[in-house]
């Protein structure tokens, strides 16, 4: 079993930045691809980026540029940084880890971003 935990949103200005943690119960190691999601009301839960334990980055078209995914091995913790906010990033932003044999979510933090 694997438990995420992120933490960092918030409510930000058009153009302002936040950094999202997600931490791990597990090493972070262990996990084949570490992500983020989001989801805005009425829509799809959507990729936002990606990180394999390789280290290969994998970003939404639509935050390219403007965020970026990054680890801290020793305390088992994903980031994502966000910047050039935009009310349209606004979701929920949700933590995924997969394993060999498993998917697993946190609960979500909400992002806020107002014009």
């Known amino acids: 079993q694997v438990q995420l935990v992120e933490s960092g949103g918030g409510l930000v200005q058009a153009g302002g930045s936040l950094r999202l943690s997600c931490a791990a119960s597990v090493s972070i190691f262990s996990i084949t691809v570490m992500g983020w999601y989001r989801q805005a009301p009425g829509k799809q839960r959507e990729l936002v980026a990606t990180l394999t334990s390789g280290g290969r980055t994998n970003y939404a078209d639509s935050v390219k540029g403007r965020f970026t995914i990054s680890r801290d091995n020793a305390k088992n913790t994903v980031y994502l940084q966000m910047g050039s906010l935009k009310p349209e990033d606004t979701a929920v932003y949700y933590c995924?880890?997969?394993?060999?044999?498993?998917?697993?979510w946190g609960q979500g933090t909400q992002v806020t971003v107002s014009s």
């Open positions: 995924n880890a997969k394993t060999w044999s498993d998917d697993y």
